[in-house]
């Protein structure tokens, strides 16, 4: 997903999205370990998109730190 598009959330969206992907990713590896995962590329991109929401809420916690 798209930097852009995640900073249009709110924060509870946010942490909907983050609590949705990371259930992807435990799906994804599970289905690497029992070598049926078609696309090997989708668990960097779901990691990246897991990077991206926390980045933009540990911006959002400072902007409210502030």
Do not use: H
Not at 7 to 32: A, G, H, I, P
Not at 48 to 63: D, F, G, R, S
Request: no cysteine; net charge positive.
């Amino acid at each position: 997903m798209k930097t852009s598009k995640l900073r249009e959330l709110s924060v509870n969206e946010l942490l909907e999205k983050l609590k949705d992907s990371k259930t992807e990713l435990f799906n994804l590896r599970f289905q690497q370990a029992t070598n049926q995962l078609d696309n090997p590329m989708r668990i960097v991109e779901v990691k990246k998109t897991i990077a991206k929401i926390n980045t933009l809420l540990k911006e959002e916690e400072l902007k409210t730190a502030k």
